[in-house]
């Protein structure tokens, strides 16, 4: 037991079992370890051993494949001759490819071409449609082979295409010719007629019957600015609408062949002399500056009525007209259209602006004003359609044409407004109104002034043109009251021609009374105002006054009882001592001479006239106011003396009512001959 306690380093006796458990276990742990340490050993061996072989694979492995390598390297060597051979085979087989296709082109192109060549060989007569096909073909094969030149033929095959394409663009002008003349007839003048408003067709068939203007026509401008301002003119088709696609494609292959002015030649000569001759039809003639200088001026103002309405229809229809076949045949074709339109239509407008040249530039006269100012007019009213048909490059010298007349006109008119008024002031009629009536020269100036004011709104743009105003409404009043004014300066001096200074004034009282009623009746009286029609009505009573004073006074001194009296002669002493001192020859005398005088008065001033049936009323009683309270109150505080006498009857000769009776026949304008009423 103590054995065992020494060998376990413990004190005190111990068990005999626990002592070889504990040696086992010992034995077991060095045991472990020793095994551990070996194995550890071994498994280290092993790694290096396989790392080896491993090693020893891969060099072999590398070398197996270095000489793959090699041998791939031979092989390529030896296959590079086969694979030249097989690549230069393969391009062959695509070039033989590629030309077998460019043949078969050429071959279709050649075919093609054969074909437009049949068809253009056989004309477009038969089928245009074909025929234009065919050149479009033709224009293609051109190009083809023009883009390709490597062929061998091709400029043999290009020279026989663009001959024969020549040939057939030759063919297209000759049918282009033919078709756009066969379609291209004159308007007759009754179809534009129906293309007119309601309110500018005439009844009778030719526009100058009805159409022409002239001053007389004091309605012209009410109804042309109620009824032409939003007037619907419908142009005629100048070609059918079914031809105009045809003529069109048969100008497009002209123009892409380049014979534009062939084309142009074509359109202008077959277009013009239709043109013209529908304006012809119509009644437009050319007309030289010495052929107007020449004309009767009733002729010539007809003719300018006419011309009026020939712009209206020329302007509004033909060319309208015109330009909607030119801008639907040559559409597409940059400036050919309008080029063509101004060479159709260039004759035909100077025919119609070189008449309205003439006119503006004719010898001026009063009558002339209204016709210029309806040709001004029709002008201004067809600017915008001018500028609009007539547009482009080609057109502008037609244009600036238009806008020269336009202004000439107004040059003229203007002129011509001022030679008026001056014509007024100078006029020198020597033959005077022997009745004192209106002068000729008040009613036509009047007149005149009125029908002026039927062109209220043209004379204001004029004056508004030329004057640079904003409005030309101040200026045509102060010209139309310098007008008034020298008429009543040449009526002034009309009036010196009479010797009766009654007369005098009875003619100026009757010419400037017309002059106030007409303007209060008429538009004037806007522009001269209320003053005016004030002022000149007292001057119609001023003259009145002035007739009465020197007509009427020298026997009114009759009925006065100034140098009654006797101063040496035998007088009677009447009742009441109303005629004391009177003597009665004295009485007698003044009845005589009153009844010479009022009878000279009478046969003279019944021959006058005051044409106003209210101004002669008012004249006669006016005279009556005066005479005959005078004559009653003479006859009833002398007539005793003479009617107790010896034939009171030859001194005595009328009543009061016998003279009111007379009275009326006052200013009826009776010839001397005519039988008392």
């Not at 080609?394 to 003229?412: D, G, N, V, Y």
Request: with cysteine; net charge positive; charged share 25%.
């Amino acid at each position: 037991m103590t054995v065992y306690s020494d060998i376990l380093g413990v004190t005190g006796p111990i068990h005999p079992t626990l002592f070889l458990a504990t040696k086992r276990r010992e034995f077991l742990r060095k045991k472990q370890k020793k095994m551990g340490g070996d194995s550890l050993s071994v498994r280290a061996a092993m790694m290096r051993k396989s790392l080896q072989k491993s090693q020893s694979i891969t060099d072999d492995v590398v070398s197996v494949l270095g000489s793959f390598d090699h041998r791939l390297s031979a092989l390529e060597t030896a296959m590079r001759p086969t694979q030249i051979r097989t690549h230069s085979i393969r391009k062959a087989h695509e070039n033989i490819d590629r030309t077998l296709k460019a043949a078969e082109v050429i071959l279709a192109q050649f075919d093609l071409c054969r074909q437009a060549e049949a068809k253009i060989v056989r004309g477009p007569h038969e089928d245009l449609e074909s025929y234009l096909e065919a050149i479009d073909q033709l224009r293609r094969n051109i190009r083809f082979f023009s883009s390709n030149k490597g062929f061998k033929s091709s400029d043999g095959v290009l020279t026989h295409a663009n001959t024969l394409l020549s040939k057939a663009i030759s063919k297209l002008e000759d049918e282009f010719k033919q078709l756009l003349k066969s379609y291209s007839k004159p308007v007759e003048p009754e179809r534009l007629f129906d293309c007119l408003p309601n309110s500018l067709r005439p009844s009778s068939g030719s526009p100058g019957d009805s159409n022409a203007k002239n001053p007389s026509s004091n309605n012209h401008h009410e109804h042309h600015n109620s009824n032409l301002d939003n007037a619907v003119y419908t142009p005629p088709a100048l070609i059918p609408p079914r031809v105009l696609p045809l003529l069109h494609d048969l100008a497009q292959q002209m123009f892409q062949a380049g014979h534009q002015q062939k084309l142009l030649l074509i359109y202008r000569d077959t277009r013009s002399s239709v043109l013209e001759e529908s304006l012809h039809k119509l009644g437009v003639e050319k007309l030289s500056k010495d052929d107007v200088q020449k004309m009767q001026w009733e002729i010539l103002e007809a003719k300018i009525g006419n011309w009026i309405h020939y712009m209206r229809i020329a302007v509004k229809l033909l060319f309208a007209g015109e330009r909607k076949v030119c801008d639907e045949m040559f559409e597409g074709f940059d400036s050919l259209g309008d080029q063509c339109f101004a060479e159709v239509t260039r004759s035909s407008v100077l025919v119609l602006l070189s008449f309205g040249e003439a006119i503006a530039n004719s010898k001026r006269s009063p009558e002339k004003l209204f016709v210029l100012l309806d040709m001004y007019e029709i002008m201004r009213e067809l600017h915008s359609e001018i500028e609009t048909i007539f547009v482009g490059k080609a057109c502008a010298e037609i244009r600036e044409l238009a806008s020269s007349l336009t202004k000439r006109l107004a040059q003229t008119a203007k002129k011509t407004f001022g030679d008026f008024e001056e014509a007024v002031e100078r006029d020198a009629t020597k033959t005077a109104v022997s009745d004192g009536t209106v002068h000729p020269l008040t009613s036509y100036v009047i007149n005149y002034v009125k029908f002026l004011f039927d062109y209220q709104s043209t004379l204001k743009q004029l004056f508004k043109e030329f004057e640079n105003e904003d409005e030309g409404g101040s200026q045509l009043a102060s010209v139309t009251n310098q007008i008034m004014q020298a008429l009543q300066t040449n009526l002034d001096g009309k009036s010196k021609q009479y010797r009766d200074l009654a007369l005098t004034h009875l003619f100026l009282m009757n010419n400037i009374h017309y002059m106030v009623r007409s303007v209060r009746r008429s538009e004037a009286k806007d522009l001269l105002g209320d003053d005016w029609v004030q002022i000149h009505r007292r001057i119609v009573q001023q003259h009145a006054n002035q007739y009465k004073r020197n007509g009427w006074g020298k026997i009114l001194q009759c009925l006065t009882i100034q140098g009654l009296s006797s101063s040496g002669g035998s007088s009677v002493a009447g009742d009441g001592g109303n005629s004391s001192g009177v003597s009665r020859a004295i009485v007698k005398d003044r009845f005589k001479t009153f009844n010479m005088q009022f009878e000279e008065l009478h046969q003279k001033q019944s021959q006058w006239t005051v044409p106003d049936t209210e101004l002669r009323e008012s004249l006669r009683l006016a005279v009556a106011e005066v005479l005959l309270p005078a004559y009653r109150s003479f006859i009833k505080r002398y007539g005793p003396l003479v009617e107790n006498g010896k034939n009171p009857q030859k001194y005595i000769r009328y009543t009061a009512e016998d003279l009111e009776r007379m009275l009326g026949e006052f200013f009826e304008g009776k010839n001397v001959n005519e039988p008392k009423r």
